[in-house]
């Protein structure tokens, strides 16, 4: 007896530590949320590129796609492109994917989306440049950049501060700077002028596309210049010479090649569309734990398919349901139909609400019973009986959604979610009960059951507690502790507090 | 709330989480469940220990028996019908004698031979067994009350149910049947249960609904002071459950029948806790003592009655006479349904 208390006791004493710890590692050192509503901000990006496929050719289709871009994260991302074959590659500091097809024809869609959230993470996929050689230049180019070149050393201090007055003088659209961007002045002729001066200074930099993050449906790439500046690199606005990224800019490619490039097909188009997704912060402490390799981030229900995670969800508040079930009966007495039918009942209130689901559940019980009473007389053997029933319940199931759509009361059409064994069940057992032990203890019993579903239903129909569970699937072994120590309880039930009365007074 | 739930503490009632876990689950092991859940294989088993049981006339296992129903009937005027799985006193018909082809029952209601088939075949189906198993039923002679309890009984048969720990008698109540419960000996439906005195077999005033009550409602006699006869014979057979089961924990089910005196009536693993009401008394101390008492080895069976008779008597101070307890009926407790 005693090993045997031990033994338990050490038993719920584990579970109980294991679930704790499991629950504050994940919440403290991995910060996923203990509430649903914490939500951060992020983004859909989507890329369209388009094209008509030449007949019979092999396609294949290289997009540059944003690699870790700074100050965002990339939360999830997704390639739809009907049956072409796709992978990724990395190439010096871009990410790209290909798409690519034997044989196609026809106007082609291909898609990519990826979902962005911001983040303090400053730190981007450059890594340190290897040096570069100065380029040879023609000899009126030369003049000018040199020219350039001294002005700007003599106004300026540092790496920084040299590329914004290089930026500056071009800005002046005096003859050299006409001279090294050409007649035409376009952003991309800026950047490249920019560039060939520092490249001539020898400072490493890089020229970048990317997009402003804002509700867009055809967003333009903008460029803007990464320099590096031997500690790490600083990204300055071509136009302005501001340093720094702006809030949400999203880089990318670096490099002055164009995004896309198909073979085997023509009119290439690519165009962005940009959308806010506020994403709560599960899903976005879910991706932090893959970029994190965390195991027991990983083991999330997240990662599951999302018709999978929805029953999980419900799934996951049964054992709730039992414990309040283990609570109402051990405790307090009361009687119910069957030990877990009032678990289901909660279950189908899900779907039909409470008052709903209490007219449904009487009327189904209390006509059944009727039919019930009837066949008593009919004397049927107990199975077909039964199979009578069932037949009876569904039928009324059937006859409470057309009435109910024709009422429009739209409640009545979710009749269809009870169990309807259960409801069988429990309309024999009461019939039985009510023969055998007299109708108010039937009535007992059954306003019981629907009374331990009432309060189930509650308790399993809290949103915080679901999703608790949901995202923290290890208080299961802590619901597991708690259900044995309760278990363990050997005092009196509330109802016997009233049945034995009697021997309570002066002994 | 609090209050009540130590004052019942303080005098040892048992509840029913504590009955499961510290009695049922410890001592009754589930595989000896079916010798007490068939009341078919109690029955053999008591005759094989030469324990005396209401005669077997018929059991009824297939449909097609029932075809012949009146055959099978044919020899005995009166009878009991029992399905062999039933609980609480479900299913069970007396048919006491016969009237123009009709089956007579206790309470004068008359039966069918067509009544009886169906009757039979939802037994047979598992109406009334546990968990709606198909069960088959039990024909047996029907008990003739002895005289002595024909003062306080209405209709039906009164019942003695003592209730043993590891073979040790340890509470004792009669359960009388009255107009409220139909004739049936359930305390629920209206019986009253009547403490018995372990050491001498006297009664005590009883209980019905959980009032007490010193006279039948039916009858008007006195329920005090009555003398169980047969009361150590009684006491013998209930121990000796205990060795015919090989459960620790039974409540044993007597009935005292005019010629044949204590007959075994079944058994019951999970006896309920209303015999407490009836004898005003909880059983948590007796336990106590009778656990004590079997750690000290294997007693026989009369060792153990003698043990039980001078012990599991009321031990705190009486307004009456007698320190025995009134005894109620007890179903089994719902959980377990």
Redesign the interface.
């Known amino acids: 007896m005693k090993s045997r208390q031990h033994h338990l006791y050490a038993l719920i004493g584990t579970l109980f530590l294991i679930g704790v710890t499991i629950f504050l590692y994940r919440h403290v050192a991995l910060d996923v949320p203990l509430t649903e509503t914490e939500t951060v901000n992020s983004w859909m990006v989507e890329a369209n590129l388009r094209f008509t496929a030449e007949r019979n050719r092999p396609v294949q289709a290289h997009m540059t796609i944003p690699y870790m871009p700074p100050a965002l994260v990339i939360l999830d991302e997704y390639f739809v492109s009907q049956n072409y074959g796709v992978t990724t590659n990395l190439n010096a500091d871009n990410r790209e994917v290909v798409w690519s097809l034997r044989r196609g024809s026809g106007p082609q869609s291909l898609y990519y989306r990826v979902i962005l959230r911001e983040t303090d993470h400053q730190v981007g996929s450059l890594g340190k440049p290897l040096l570069q050689k100065r380029r040879v230049l023609p000899d009126n180019q030369t003049v000018a950049v040199e020219t350039m070149i001294k002005q700007a050393r003599e106004s300026s201090a540092d790496i920084q501060t040299f590329t914004q007055s290089v930026i500056h003088a071009l800005d002046k659209r005096d003859g050299n700077a006409r001279l090294l961007m050409g007649d035409e002045p376009g952003e991309r002729a800026l950047v490249q002028a920019i560039m060939t001066v520092l490249n001539q200074a020898r400072i490493e930099a890089r020229p970048v596309q990317g997009i402003h993050l804002k509700q867009e449906t055809r967003a333009e790439t903008q460029w803007f210049l990464a320099v590096y500046n031997e500690q790490g690199w600083i990204y300055i606005n071509p136009h302005t010479g501001a340093a720094g990224l702006p809030k949400n800019f999203l880089v990318w490619q670096y490099g002055f090649e164009p995004l896309f490039m198909v073979s085997g097909g023509k009119v290439p188009q690519l165009s962005l569309t940009i959308s806010p997704t506020p994403m709560n912060a599960l899903s976005a402490a879910k991706t932090r734990g893959l970029q994190n390799e965390s195991k027991l981030l990983r083991f999330s229900l997240l990662a599951l398919p999302v018709n999978v995670q929805e029953t999980y969800k419900v799934l996951l508040m049964v054992p709730i349901g039992a414990l309040i079930i283990l609570l109402l009966r051990n405790f307090v007495g009361l009687m119910t139909f069957g030990t877990f039918m009032p678990v289901l009942i909660a279950l189908a209130f899900r779907e039909t609400h409470v008052v709903w689901g209490v007219i449904l559940f009487s009327l189904i019980v209390s006509f059944g019973l009727l039919v019930r009473f009837y066949l008593n007389k009919l004397r049927l053997l107990l199975v077909p009986r039964l199979a009578v029933i069932l037949t009876v319940v569904i039928l009324m199931m059937l006859l409470i959604s057309v009435m109910s759509l024709n009422l429009n009361l739209g409640s009545g059409l979710s009749v269809a979610l009870f169990p309807m064994i259960i409801l069988t069940m429990t309309i024999e057992r009461m019939c039985v009960t009510w023969d055998e032990r007299g109708a108010s203890e039937a009535i007992k019993a059954g306003g019981g059951s629907l009374l331990a579903a009432m309060i189930a239903y509650a308790v399993m129909n809290f949103e915080a507690l679901q999703y608790l569970m949901f995202a923290f699937p290890e208080l299961l072994l802590v619901l597991l502790a708690l259900i044995l120590s309760f278990g363990e309880y050997r005092g009196y039930r509330l109802s016997e507090l009233l049945r034995f009365k009697a021997l309570s007074g002066a002994a | 709330?609090w209050k009540?739930?130590r004052?019942?503490?303080?005098?040892g009632?048992l509840?029913?989480?504590?009955r499961n876990?510290?009695y049922v689950l410890?001592y009754n092991a589930r595989k000896h469940y079916p010798c007490v859940d068939d009341k078919l294989q109690t029955k053999q088993l008591a005759i094989a220990a030469g324990i005396g049981v209401p005669v077997l006339y018929q059991s009824i296992t297939a449909e097609h028996q029932l075809k012949s129903l009146d055959v099978l009937l044919e020899p005995y005027p009166d009878f009991v019908i029992k399905p062999a799985h039933g609980a609480?006193g479900?299913?069970i018909v007396v048919i006491a004698s016969r009237v123009f082809k009709h089956y007579r029952q206790v309470n004068g209601t008359l039966l069918t031979l067509d009544d009886l088939q169906?009757h039979l075949?939802?037994l047979l189906?598992?109406?009334?067994s546990l968990g709606?198993h198909p069960d088959h039923g039990l024909i047996e002679r029907r008990v003739i009350v002895d005289p002595v309890f024909e003062a306080v009984s209405y209709e039906g048969v009164p019942d003695i149910r003592v209730i043993c720990l590891l073979g040790y008698p340890a509470m004792a109540m009669l359960r009388l049947p009255t107009r409220a419960s139909n004739g049936k000996a359930n305390l629920?439906?209206g019986a009253i249960g009547v403490g018995i005195d372990l050491a001498t077999g006297l009664t005590c005033g009883g209980?019905m609904h959980?009032?007490?009550i010193d006279y039948h409602p039916d009858t008007l006699n006195s329920l005090v002071n009555i003398q169980v006869p047969y009361w150590d014979e009684i006491l013998n057979m209930a121990a000796r459950g205990y060795e015919l089961t090989k459960l620790g924990y039974i409540g044993v089910d007597i009935v005292l029948d005019k010629l044949h005196g204590p007959l075994m009536l079944e058994l019951n693993a999970r006896p309920g806790?209303?015999i407490?009401?009836a004898n005003?008394?909880?059983l948590v101390s007796r336990y106590e003592a009778i656990e004590a008492e079997a750690r000290h080895g294997a007693a026989s069976v009369v060792e153990r009655v003698a043990f039980s008779k001078g012990t599991c008597t009321k031990k705190?101070p009486q307004l009456h006479k007698s320190n025995s307890a009134t005894s109620s009926f007890d179903t089994v407790d719902?959980?377990f349904k």
């Open positions: 709330m009540r739930a004052q019942l503490k303080a005098r009632v509840g029913i989480n504590r876990g510290d410890r609480g479900d299913g169906y075949s939802s189906s598992g109406a009334y709606g629920h439906q209980v959980n009032d007490a806790l209303n407490q009401i005003r008394d909880g705190l719902t959980t």
